[in-house]
């Protein structure tokens, strides 16, 4: 375990090396934090960093830079993330509060974590198998064709045309409606299917196949599709720190575009506190030079998908970690509202 004093010398020199893209020398941190000890025992704090693996020494520099343990221990004994501004929250919270559907929360909210943290923005749509069921709407196209409409607390809505096996009258299809929102509205779409399984039964024998059908529809849609939903921006944000990268950006570039590598990056909505994984904690070799900040949000305190971004370890991470954390709780505040 590292004493306080050399855990306040590694602290100063992330926040040195965070703000002047420098590597950090023991005058340098004499003059400019308060570490009540002489140059002579910050070097020798120094000396120990960089013996146990926390700090390194470029080749071409006197100075020292923190390495993924360095970061890690930083993280890790953070006293706390750096509350936004109220201007920052009034920002926040009047930008999200424009959007007008799904779709327009989750380009928003990419933009504007893009904008706030000035690195590279991932949001997940929410997931469907951790949704409730908030609507389920049926509407006639023609005497043998419907549209099946789904909408989800979390404000999704999947469409999707059911053709019927024979044709379906507007009062057979009012009942079906009445019946099936009944049964389902405020259910977990996990419990769905046991929920409507005897419901053809309870049709006339000329109106059960359709029903069947509707229902075979709808339980496909419920279905978790293999590849979630997400979206990315400001991945031009990454030009700004070339030189934090060892030969070129380009594997990081070429690893933004698999989206299951970064659906596996922001890992299990479930988690929903803050997750931050630094350098080689990445699992894929692509991104083994940068950092993910993470964190569930969702409706009701529950977390329904995931939300982060991704920049060089050089980050100021205080400030990445509050602006994740504050953006995912105005985003699940307008998905409980919608």
Known sequence: ???????????????????????????????????????????????????????AQPHTSAGRIPTDK????????????????????????????????????????????????????????????????????????????????LITDTGRVEQRMVDCPAPFGETALADLRARLNSRVVGRRFTDVPQLVQDLPESFDAEDRATVSTVLATLLETLVEETEERLVIGGTANLTRFGHDFPLTIRP??????????????????????VTVRIGHENAHEGLNSTSVVSVGYGSGGEAVAKLGVVGPTRMDYPGTMGAVRAVARYVGQILAES
């Open 1 to 55: 375990m590292l004493s306080e004093r050399r855990l306040e010398v590694l602290r100063a020199i992330v926040q040195d090396y965070v703000g002047t893209e420098e590597p950090v020398g023991s005058k340098a941190l004499t003059e400019r934090h308060r570490l009540g000890v002489s140059p002579a025992t910050v070097r020798n704090d120094m000396a120990v960093l960089e013996e146990e693996g926390f700090i």
């Open 70 to 149: 360095g970061y890690r221990l930083f993280v890790d004994r953070l006293a706390g993330v750096k509350p936004l501004s109220a201007a920052e929250r009034r920002a926040i919270q009047s930008f999200l509060d424009g959007a007008v559907d799904l779709d327009d929360v989750v380009g928003r909210t990419v933009r504007l974590l893009a904008q706030l943290t000035r690195q590279v923005a991932v949001v997940q749509y929410p997931s469907l198998t951790r949704s409730t069921v908030r609507h389920v709407e049926l509407l006639s196209l023609a005497p043998a064709r419907l549209m099946l409409v």
């Open 252 to 273: 990081v570039l070429e690893a933004l575009e698999e989206h299951m590598v970064l659906l596996k990056l922001l890992g299990e909505a479930k988690e929903s506190g």
